[in-house]
């Protein structure tokens, strides 16, 4: 697995995609979600300062270890759907499969709140590439906790929590190599892990090892697909 690409679907695309879009100069930068560490890397050559949020304690540890002594860079520990960020507080908020949950759009209402007026929200989600996808997809993603919309629909989900659409790319090329690495991991059994990655390394590639199974055996590449937006705040009228 190559170390300057980030262990997650989309691969680096979905920051390519986000420079292209984005002016990233000195912009105040949160990113969503454990695995991005690479990314946030890259920002910190154009950003003012990049702040990543984790949920739970582990990956808190993890990523604090990895980022320590890199300038510009914070990591907190915060729920996404209610953050310790005062209103219009950033610029860029960046996803990268953080999202794809039940409570995704009470996330939404939140980063809705705490983007400046002129900011961009790149997301990017594991979809559905069927309306209805087989049982043992569902049951893939019920045990990693994952709610993935059609993605024909993903698109208005977004625009009905008042974001507008910038631009948006299909992804779903990059999972092959996302969950061949995943392979790669599982069938080393956890070697070459740094000890401040391994308790996070394993929960995710115990959730992991199932979606592999699917997505190279069971031909589950015809129904998981991955996809980005960038978006742009729609300023609502509290009066209206």
């Known amino acids: 697995m190559n170390n300057n690409i980030p262990f997650l679907p989309g691969g680096l695309e979905q920051y390519n995609l986000l420079k292209k879009n984005v002016d990233l100069k000195d912009k105040i930068i949160l990113i969503l979600g454990f695995g ?7 920002m910190t050559a154009y950003a003012k300062a990049v702040i990543i949020a984790v949920s739970t304690n582990e990956e808190l540890l993890a ?35 953080a999202l794809s949950s039940d409570i995704r759009n ?18 990017g989600e594991v979809v559905s590439l069927k309306e209805e996808s087989p049982q043992f997809v569902k049951d893939i993603w019920d045990r ?26 299909e992804l779903n090329f990059t999972l092959k190599a996302y969950y061949n690495a995943a392979a790669e991991i599982i069938k080393r059994g956890m070697k070459n892990i740094s000890p401040e990655d391994l308790k996070v390394q394993r929960k995710v590639v115990n959730q992991l090892q199932h979606e592999v199974h699917a997505f190279q055996k069971l031909g589950g590449n015809k129904y998981i697909g991955f996809k980005t937006l960038i978006l742009s705040k729609v300023v609502v009228n509290e009066e209206e």
């Open 106 to 123: 009470k996330i939404l209402k939140e980063l809705h709140r705490i983007i400046k007026p002129d900011g961009t929200l790149c997301s």
């Open 36 to 42: 991005a560490e690479q990314i946030a890397l890259q």
């Open 63 to 97: 990523t604090r270890l990895k980022m320590s002594g890199k300038p510009k860079i914070s990591v907190r520990l915060m729920s996404f759907d209610v953050t310790d960020f005062s209103d219009e507080a950033v610029d860029v908020i960046y996803s990268q499969g």
């Open 144 to 169: 990693s906790g994952m709610n993935c919309l059609f993605i024909s629909n993903l698109e208005k989900n977004y625009t009905d929590k008042n974001f507008n659409i910038v631009s948006s790319k």
